[in-house]
């Protein structure tokens, strides 16, 4: 029995229901089918996902604050021995992640061996660039107003995209490479073409060769001790200009490059940022003596090594598919302490002290430490203010036990162990929302983390008499910096043929504060490939620099 158009067209049209708006797609993706009433909402939302999604972010932001405010009062409080601070907030991160590499090696399958056969010189170069960075925090940073500080990292974002821009471009393969080394000893004139669409490897070479429209075969089985393949070519190639020769790789031409790695809104945001920093330094930029913008300058320099890192590290990081992160938090925490021993000098040069003396040094940074000792005393001819040290006061009086609180109300080892409980839950906490929730969530939290750590520097109640005014170019500074990081956060968007250099299966840094990078992460076995946090003073630098993609965590 066949049926009528009516009788096919009706259920049709019984079982259509129109597309759920934009809103209601998400209402559902957080909560499923809509409850019933505001009451079933909420119980739904307290104890479901967007509920602890909500109660990650309240912590991030908060904690975040509290990371930043507290890495200047451990800074207060050995302010003589930063140093040793550097050294020591690396050294902490070693035998906690070894212990869980030893754990995760011996009761899970965590670790693979595609992980343990990744070549260890990687993680060295990661730790050499992580140890200069965090001298430079630590050390560099001991007389830079907290302030200033927060805003002085926000200069990773235009640093790591110079870097990125110069680095990853890419060059092609290395038969690529041997070919324009060979068209330039023969002092071919060439044009090179539109990239390749497909990326070249060894094996397979995909790179084309015309002159006048006609495509040249062979060159891909040249030997160097056999350049006769390509003679008919030079002779023809050598009559014509450069227009009429063209290569074609899978290289991409810097006009190129630079129109497609980054958006135009990218560009913007980070020169934007880079104004509101010229702002920010400016009162001490045009102070004749010229003493306090010699400090901010070597903090700012931090930025260069995190840059370098965070590209050295989506490099290193492309052939392998997975990565535990607390095996690579150990190796590079390890090689990050190990290089830090030999930048004693450079430690030695900023902080006034002969090279001789960083032993002692040393060892009275870890008794200040551990038995809050002082060992620099008024007696000495040292100042108690609260505007002690450099650029244009005497050096700063001891407060190892707190006993001077307009140097430090704080003992040393309650301040670095107050700092370390804020770094590390808040790296932990960086790790949650970006498995809960994605990264454009952690940028969002980390942006409102700038402006409340601003306010925080100038409670008197949190940083006591190193309380700051809030002056008019801070303010002036931190508007256009924080509308940069916006422009270049959130208003970014990607050409379609713009590479993703932090896309899935690649590595995102995730930080905020500094020293070394002894990066840190989640202990709940988050096995989070796409994600390196860090140790210390990393935290703050690294989270300014992404550039983007959607890290992912797997548990």
Partial sequence: MSLTDEEVVTPLIKEYTPPLTLKQRISRSIYGDP??????????????????????????????????????????????????????????????????????????????????????YRFAVMGLLDSLQGLLITVGGNYVPGIMQSLLLQG?????????????????????????????????????????????????????????????????????????????????????????????????????????????????????????????????????????????LIFFAATIPTALSAVYKEIAFREIEDMDVWYLNGWVALYQFYFGLFYAPLAAVMSDLAIRDIPSNLWNGFLCFLLSSNFITPDDGCSSASDCGPPSNPTCCDSCDGSLPDVSSLRAIYGVLLYMAFNLSYNILLVLVIKYGSAALMYVASTIVLPLGLVAFTIPALMG???????????????????????????????????????????????????????????????????????????????????????????
Avoid at 98 to 103: R, T
Avoid at 471 to 500: E, H, M, S
Wanted: a positive charge; charged letters at 15%; proline letters at 6%.
């Fill in 156 to 296: 990773s974002v235009p640093m790591t995209m110079l870097c990125s821009i110069l680095i990853l471009r890419p060059k092609g393969c290395l038969k690529c490479q041997k070919l324009f080394n060979i068209l330039e000893s023969e002092r071919v004139r060439y044009k090179l073409g539109s990239t390749l669409p497909a990326t070249c490897t060894d094996s397979k070479c995909l790179a084309r060769i015309s002159v006048d429209g006609r495509e040249i075969l062979g060159w891909q089985s040249l030997n160097e001790k056999n350049p006769a393949d390509l003679s008919l070519f030079y002779a023809k190639a050598s009559l014509h200009s450069a227009s009429d020769v063209q290569v074609v790789t899978s290289a991409r031409p810097w006009g190129t490059h630079l129109k497609t790695f980054y958006s135009l809104t990218q560009y913007i945001g980070a020169a934007v940022i880079l104004a509101g920093l010229v702002v920010s330094v400016w009162p001490a930029l045009s102070d004749s003596g010229g003493g306090q913008f010699q400090w901010d």
């Fill in 35 to 120: 409850p019933q009433s505001l009451k079933q909402r909420f119980k739904l939302f307290v104890s479901g996902k967007a509920g602890l999604l909500a109660l990650y972010l309240i912590l991030v932001i908060l904690i975040g604050t509290g990371n930043r405010v507290t890495f200047k009062l451990m800074q207060f409080a050995l302010t003589n021995y930063s140093y040793f601070v550097s050294q020591l907030t690396t050294f902490i991160y070693v035998p906690v992640s070894f212990a869980i590499i030893w754990f995760k090696f011996s009761f899970t399958n965590d670790i693979t061996p595609e992980m343990t056969k990744f070549p260890k």
């Fill in 465 to 555: 008499s190193h309380a700051q005014p809030f002056t008019k170019w801070n303010g002036a500074g931190l508007a256009v910096v924080l509308f940069g990081l916006i422009i270049y956060r959130f208003f970014a968007f990607k050409k379609k043929d713009q590479p993703t250099p932090f896309a899935e299966g690649d590595k995102v840094v995730l930080s905020e504060a500094s020293t070394p990078s002894s990066s840190l992460s989640s202990p709940a076995q988050l096995k989070a490939p796409n994600i390196q946090l860090t140790s210390p003073v990393d935290t703050q630098l690294n989270s300014s620099s992404n550039r983007g993609g959607n890290p992912t965590s797997s548990s």
